[in-house]
Nanobody, 115 residues
Framework: EVQLVESGGGLVQPGGSLRLSCVAS????????MSWVRQAPGKGLEWVST????????YYSESAKGRFTTSRDNAKSSLYLQLTSLKNEDTAMYYC????????RGQGTQVTVST
């Protein structure tokens, strides 16, 4: 059974930073690409980033490009999302997902950007 557990969210001021983590189990993490998606209040799911199984290739949405960085540690079955220069509109529940944004997701971690 695929299990994904996100953590690291919180309340941060505009311009601040956070590092989200996702610990995976129940599947071959090192052979799977992984994605981050988010859902803002009252909106649909939005793809944020995807990283290849080996970590050498990353893709970002236009809103994430230049501000967010996705990385992974296959030895720890862990995925990370470094958020910087946060904006109010980044407020959302953030989920890690196996493979693409359509894959199984964890329970999410809330990021709130506010003064």
């Amino acid at each position: 059974e695929v299990q994904l557990v996100e953590s690291g969210g919180g309340l941060v001021q505009p311009g601040g930073s956070l590092r989200l983590s996702c610990v995976a189990s129940g599947f071959s993490f090192s052979r799977s690409s992984m994605s981050w998606v988010r859902q803002a209040p009252g909106k649909g799911l939005e793809w944020v980033s995807t990283i290849s199984s080996g970590g050498g290739i990353t893709y970002y949405s236009e809103s994430a490009k230049g501000r967010f960085t996705t990385s992974r540690d296959n030895a720890k079955s862990s995925l990370y999302l470094q958020l910087t220069s946060l904006k109010n509109e980044d407020t959302a529940m953030y989920y890690c997902a196996k493979d693409s944004e359509y894959g199984p997701r964890g329970q999410g971690t809330q990021v709130t950007v506010s003064t």
